[in-house]
């Protein structure tokens, strides 16, 4: 059974940074998409940014691009999402996620739990 835990998540204030993690157990994801979504109160699921399992292939959500940056190191079956010059418009659960399409902007099968990100005005 494969599971993803998020982790870095936490409160900061406008104009800061924050980097998140994932880690996979359970199966071996080098051959899978990672992508990551957020939610905040009230509004629906966002995408945020994708990498393909190679990392050649990068796409963001145009609500962050040139702040945010995603990376994957699959020898430690990981994703990560730095984001800079985090706006109070951040503020909200952000999942990861990872699954086989990467052209599509919807998730695959395996989500983490999500993980808090608040930022301060």
Not at 55 to 77: C, E, L, M, P
């Amino acid at each position: 059974q494969v599971q993803l835990v998020e982790s870095g998540g936490g409160l900061v204030q406008t104009g800061g940074s924050l980097r998140l993690s994932c880690t996979a157990s359970g199966r071996t994801l080098s051959s899978y998409v990672w992508k990551w979504f957020r939610q905040a109160p009230g509004k629906e699921r966002e995408f945020v940014a994708k990498i393909s399992y190679a990392g050649t292939s990068i796409n963001y959500g145009d609500s962050v691009k040139g702040r945010f940056a995603i990376s994957r190191d699959n020898a430690k079956n990981m994703v990560y999402l730095q984001m800079n010059s985090l706006k109070p418009e951040d503020t909200a659960v952000y999942y990861c996620n990872s699954g086989l399409n990467y052209w599509a902007q919807t998730p695959g099968d395996y989500w983490g739990q999500g993980t808090q990100v608040t930022v301060s005005s």
